[in-house]
């Protein structure tokens, strides 16, 4: 049996300013995308160093805005109607990915319009980018000791001291792991090689969904919400079945429309 280490969460501390391992999660996800962005914009490729340079900040705006906004609607819609205020309350935490989702697409949408690209062009660019920052951010999950499983009995459960006493599932891990480097590598491999327009986006669709709904069955409910239906359904899985299914009639889609094209990546 494991048991947490129980890191510190905050990292460092300068004078009365604290920074929390959380928040350098997100800066790490940033900083690889955007290296990983500018080398993948070679010579030859649609892309330029530059445009890299303008597309973090988009997308770091798409994350930020659109995790709060998500995870006030989606998690904590209650505390909003009752004070609407607790929109800006982030020193609480609180972020979604479904959210931070919609709002990067918004983002991406907003970026095509000003640099003359399309909207699927820069998702299928960006896509296997953003792996990184997924998994940064549940590492920063485990840190914090939060979002953790169900009680297990396997070799590697984990007790969770804010938890309880019982060893559980660190499905944060899992989800670091399917999320990061397992995603990364599936959509970098793939777009390697000449796809048609979407199809990148819409295998990111399709892996995200699959990982996130399989591991919310060893992943406890946020407490406040519990279970939706059938005593397993829960608000992970009812947001990323959709994306199993929008991306797998995208990629349908665009193989049907375009069943061969010369690499853009």
């Keep these: 049996m494991l048991v947490h280490p129980e890191f510190d969460p905050i990292a460092l501390t300068l004078g009365p300013l604290q920074v929390h391992w959380y928040g350098l999660m997100y800066l790490i996800g940033f900083a690889g995308g955007w290296w990983l962005g500018r080398l993948r914009a070679r010579p030859g490729s649609a892309w330029t160093p530059a445009d890299m340079d303008d ?16 995870y006030t609607l989606f998690y904590g819609l209650d505390n909003f109607l009752s004070n609407p205020l607790t929109l800006f309350y982030i020193w609480q935490g ?6 931070g989702f919609l709002g990067v697409l918004l983002a991406m949408w907003i970026y095509g319009r000003k640099r003359d690209k399309g909207f699927w ?5 960006i896509a ?9 951010g549940r590492i920063g999950n485990f840190i914090n000791q939060e979002l953790w499983g169900k009680v297990s009995n396997l070799p590697w459960a984990m007790v969770f001291p804010a938890a309880g006493p019982e060893p559980r599932h660190p499905s944060m891990l899992y989800e670091a792991i399917l999320e990061g480097p397992v995603l990364f590598l599936i959509l970098w491999l793939y777009s390697a090689k000449p796809r048609p327009t979407m199809a990148v986006s819409a295998l990111f669709l399709i892996c995200y969904g699959v990982f996130r709904f399989g591991i919310e069955f060893v992943r406890l409910p946020d407490a406040h919400i519990g279970y939706l239906a059938f005593g397993w359904l829960t608000m992970g899985q009812v947001l990323s079945a959709p994306m199993i299914l929008v991306g797998i009639g995208l990629i349908i889609f665009a193989h049907r429309r375009q069943p061969s094209q010369s690499k853009t990546l």
Excluded: E, K, N
């Design 55 to 70: 597309l973090v900040f988009y997308i770091a705006l798409g994350v930020i805005l659109g995790g709060r906004i998500g």
């Design 121 to 125: 062009q820069v998702t299928d660019y």
């Design 128 to 136: 296997p980018l953003v792996t990184i920052g997924l998994g940064a």
């Design 94 to 99: 609180g972020m979604s990915f479904h959210g």
